[in-house]
């Protein structure tokens, strides 16, 4: 066999092994529910997609600031109704309540625990994705 052949196998082996690795790593949106059947049976982080609980006026109800405004915690609903706290140990950012959507992703540190923890939140908010209109 020539070098280039043995280099190419190589490569192509490689590629296989990385691909097969970050799969292992991909998670799928889930529910409160099944992310806590998950940390029944492994710490792996999920991503849970839902809205921030509002009051009948519309305002984002339900979000408490440490005092050093270093880490939140807030109420979540996700797409089944069910309603549970989030902690994310980093600041609130700056369009969270603006936002439309919201998925964190992380896990429930134990199965009985009813709070889940963020390790990353990724907002969707509607003023990113309207056109601005121009008065002529």
């Known amino acids: 066999m020539k070098k280039s052949h043995i280099f190419g196998i190589v490569i192509i082996a490689v590629s296989i092994v990385i691909i097969a ?43 408490v600031e440490s005092p050093d405004k270093l880490s939140f915690r807030f109420s979540m609903k996700d797409e089944d109704g069910q309603v549970r706290e989030v902690f994310y140990n980093k600041p609130l950012p700056q369009d969270f309540y603006r936002s439309e959507q919201v998925v964190v992703i992380g896990r429930f540190p134990k199965a009985e625990s009813k709070q889940f923890q963020a390790n990353e939140i990724l907002l969707k908010c509607p003023s990113k994705y309207q056109e601005e209109q121009v008065k002529v």
């Open 21 to 63: 690795v970050t799969m292992g790593d991909a998670s799928s949106y889930v529910t409160f529910s099944k992310a806590k059947d998950i940390a029944a049976k492994s710490a792996k982080d999920v991503h849970v997609v839902g809205k921030l609980t509002k009051n009948a006026t519309g305002q984002v109800t339900g979000i």
